[in-house]
Structures are given as C-alpha cells and as structure tokens.
Nanobody
Framework: QVQLVESGGGLVQAGGSLRLSCAASGRSFSSYAMGWFRQAPGKEREFVAAITYSGSSTHYADSIKGRFSMSRDNAKNTVNLQVDNLKPEDTAVYYC?????????????????WGQGTQVTVSS
C-alpha cells in the first residue's frame, strides 16, 4: 500500500513556473513506476509524465514535452514535476500516481494508487 500526497500547485501567470511534489508513504516506493496525470474541468484525465522505478527513464506527453521535467528521489520517497513556460491550457488538477507494473504506462487504469491532486491555474 502506498499513500501519495501532492503539493506545490497554485495560481501563476502564463510563462511562469511551478514545482509540483508528491510525497509517498508506505512500503517499497522504489519498486513503483510513478506518473503524473491532470484533469481539466469537463475533460478526461490525461497522461502528463511518467518515470521508471529507478528513475533511469522518463516519458512525457507531446503537449508538455520540453516544458515539464519529472524526477524522483527514492531515498526521500518523493517525485517532482518541474513545470515551466506554463500556458492557460495547462490549468488542471494534477495527480500523482503509482503503478506496480514494471514498465511505464500512459494509461490511468494501470496505476494502482492516487493522490488527492493539486490545483494548477494559469492566467493569461
């Protein structure tokens, strides 16, 4: 079992930056692949980024590639998402998720544990 708590969201102007964090508690955090998803009002939850259990590989959605960067620190049981050059269309609730699959997945259904989300609002 893993409990996930996100933080770092907020209101920012277009072009600004935020650093989202996800703190994990529970056992075997370093064995989980981790992902970030987001959900805007009236839209489906969508994949943003994912990282392997070791941190050796990351994958990003095309819509945010080059602007967002995901990392993890297994010693501290945390994952981070650095979000730069934010756009109004990035406005959403951002969720951290953990997957017991050994491979990275872009599908929310492959993630077993979810945080409560952190709101990111980008003004134009």
């Amino acid at each position: 079992q893993v409990q996930l708590v996100e933080s770092g969201g907020g209101l920012v102007q277009a072009g600004g930056s935020l650093r989202l964090s996800c703190a994990a508690s529970g056992r075997s955090f370093s064995s989980y692949a981790m992902g970030w998803f987001r959900q805007a009002p009236g839209k489906e939850r969508e994949f943003v980024a994912a990282i392997t259990y070791s941190g050796s590989s990351t994958h990003y959605a095309d819509s945010i590639k080059g602007r967002f960067s995901m990392s993890r620190d297994n010693a501290k049981n945390t994952v981070n998402l650095q979000v730069d050059n934010l756009k109004p269309e990035d406005t959403a609730v951002y969720y951290c998720a953990a997957s017991t699959y050994s491979r990275i997945s872009y599908s929310a259904s492959d993630y077993n544990y979810w945080g409560q989300g952190t709101q990111v609002t980008v003004s134009s």
